[in-house]
């Protein structure tokens, strides 16, 4: 984290809070900017000036794009924009791509440069396509330009959701921003549901990760540090599932947590995540997975490049496109890139081949298909480099034998196995559903509503000091996301 866990959950948020509904309405924004880029500078003191030169740059950029358009000036308007969005797309290459387009350099021309690379500012991929969307939505006329840069600069710096997103689109939340402009006065109710909801969906999110994602991944970590030579098959897929949980628990966690916080504040921020793991198809199973990036690249490239209203071939051309770019913002690794690519394919097949037939055959080998096909990505994903991944592949696949009986596999089984069952029923709607049936049945009685209230805020309790304890343990959490 950019703070120590309990500098951030102990200090710095309460203070926070406190400070920004003792303030009036007028100044809230301003407050609110102002420890954004505190939170941002402690722990990225070195590129603080370029997230604040990203926000003067695109405040004024869609100014500019706002003016044009008013004055009918379209040509003025495209070179302001396509201007803009390339200025935002170089800066991001410049610090994510650079050693990558250097290594595919050297390996074509065959020199050898010494460069010791650029150390990736945190969060740039998630506030860059922030801005990105804003311009965007400015020039195809879905907003009109912020005037205020306090509401600009709050909008892409707003700390819940800084560092690792969900990437929040300008046309989603503009409508609140404008109203928290306005508001003079505090509705105290309203307040205090902001604050119960917030910090509720925010102990959710932190138990998830230093409960689940942290414990979880111990196992991987043990698995991945082994040779691939010697993994035999059972390992290989209890490894590979046991990273499957701790992406998911550790970044829906970071949503969750992203989310409250921004509740806590007044704003309500689209879902990043929708139980993803219960999907039986790949094209389900992505509008379930980190679904603000999947929207943005809809929004912002699959659309405008024609979507499915060309011809199959451009059709084709357009998925595999959006899928490659898709991998490629997750990182500067070739193996990324073959990972969006795998998923561009397995989609496509599905909607000119598969998916028909899918619809035909038991849901319970839909869910194995979706289930399988999502490990194998993991590992591409994962993996260092191609060669490792296909090692990883030929252990899943029994190439170093299946281990069945084997020491290193009954003894994952007997300590992972409980877990990992837990782990399958938190991935699923069934503890929410389970929650809603009990809280209908004691609504039916008398005080139900005070008892469910008590059993929830006991249960949060109970999650934040196994969570507290679990972080004084681990010194150390950082979020995966954080490196993308």
Not at 178 to 201: C, M, Y
Not at 451 to 479: D, K, W
Request: proline share 3%.
């Amino acid at each position: 984290m950019v703070f120590s866990s309990f500098v951030f959950l102990f200090r710095f948020l309460p203070v926070v809070l406190v400070v920004y509904y003792c303030l009036p309405g007028c100044v809230r924004q301003f407050w609110l900017l102002l420890s954004s880029l505190l939170f941002y500078a402690w722990g990225e003191p070195d590129y603080v000036i370029l997230l604040i030169l990203s926000i003067f740059f695109n405040y004024f950029s869609g100014l500019l794009i706002g003016y044009h358009k008013k004055q009918n000036r379209r040509k003025a308007a495209v070179i302001s924009m396509i201007t803009a969005v390339s200025a935002n797309v170089l800066l991001l290459c410049a610090f994510k791509y650079s050693l990558m387009i250097l290594e595919l350099f050297e390996t074509v021309c065959s020199v050898r440069i010494d460069f010791a690379g650029i150390i990736l500012p945190a969060g740039i991929s998630f506030y860059t396509f922030q801005s990105v969307s804003y311009l965007a939505d400015v020039w195809r006329g879905d907003v009109e330009p912020q005037k205020s840069i306090v509401s600009f600069g709050m909008y892409i710096a707003m700390f819940p959701q800084l560092i690792a997103g969900p990437v929040v689109r300008y046309k989603y939340i503009e409508a609140q921003i404008r109203k928290k402009q306005k508001d003079q006065e505090t509705d105290h109710q309203q307040v205090i549901r902001n604050l119960s909801h917030g910090i509720g969906r925010f102990i959710i999110g932190l138990s998830k990760k230093v409960i689940l994602a942290n414990n979880v991944g111990i196992f991987w970590q043990q698995i991945s540090g082994m040779e691939t030579g010697s993994l035999s098959a059972v390992t290989a897929w209890f490894g590979i599932t046991a990273f499957a949980f701790q992406i998911y628990f550790d970044f829906s966690g970071y949503s969750d947590m992203a989310l409250g916080l921004a509740a806590m504040f007044g704003f309500r921020l689209e879902e990043n995540f929708d139980y993803p793991y219960i999907s039986k198809s790949i094209t389900e199973f992505w509008r379930r997975w980190h679904i603000s990036i999947g929207t943005w690249f809809r929004e912002y490239v699959y659309i405008p490049l024609g979507g499915n209203r060309t011809g199959r071939i451009r059709h084709i051309f357009n998925i595999l496109l959006v899928w490659m770019l898709t991998g490629l913002w997750h990182g500067a690794r070739f193996n990324f890139l073959l990972w969006g690519l795998y998923f561009g394919v397995i989609i496509l097949l599905e909607k000119y081949v598969i998916l028909k037939a899918l619809k035909h055959i038991p849901a319970i080998l839909r869910y194995v298909y979706s289930a399988v096909l999502i490990l194998f990505g993991w590992v591409i994903f994962e993996a260092d480099s191609i060669g490792e991944a296909g090692g990883y592949f030929k252990s899943l696949l029994g190439g170093n034998g299946w281990g069945i009986r084997s020491d290193s596999a009954i003894y994952l089984l007997y300590t992972g196995l409980f877990f990992m069952i837990l782990l399958i029923i938190g991935a699923t709607p069934l503890p929410a559903i389970l929650w809603k049936k009990t809280e209908k049945k004691l609504s039916g009685i008398r005080r139900g509503i005070v008892i469910c209230s008590m059993i929830r805020n006991a249960g949060y309790l109970v999650l934040m000091l196994v969570s507290t304890a679990y972080l004084v343990e681990q010194s150390y959490n950082p979020f995966l996301y954080f490196r993308f």
